[in-house]
């Protein structure tokens, strides 16, 4: 696996807007869980278990390993039907509405990071 410190330009400025999305939708999550329970000790609870399936790709996304990023471009599709179910409730559509965008431009940025990764390291990951 090659270092960060080898990565062309193009793919550390594409791994740094995958960074900036991955983290964004931790956030709207906790904002989402905030939202839909109020302050209450249930928060964190939820928080983790929307968020699970995503921390489990963190430190290879960190590493830039990757096997995480082509992995989380499966899973991220999980949170973009989510967002999509999101969106048809009237009282949590733009929640919903925010929550598609963000997996879009994840999804989108993951596989022109995979498509860069393999043509500049001749790789079939």
Do not use: K
């Amino acid at each position: 696996m090659p270092e960060l410190n080898d990565f062309p330009p193009q793919l550390a400025q594409t791994r740094r807007y995958i960074l900036t999305l991955y983290y964004a939708l931790l956030v709207y999550f906790a904002v989402n869980s905030v939202v839909a329970l109020g302050a209450s000790i249930a928060v964190p609870v939820v928080w983790l278990l929307q968020t699970v399936p995503l921390l489990i790709f963190l430190p290879g996304l960190r590493r830039g390993n990757a096997r995480s990023y082509a992995w989380l471009s499966f899973v991220i599709l999980l949170y973009f039907i989510h967002g999509v179910l999101l969106a048809f409730d009237a009282q949590r559509r733009v929640l919903g509405f925010i929550e598609v965008l963000l997996c879009v431009a994840l999804f989108v940025y993951l596989i022109l990071f995979i498509r860069a990764y393999r043509t500049h390291f001749n790789t079939g990951i």
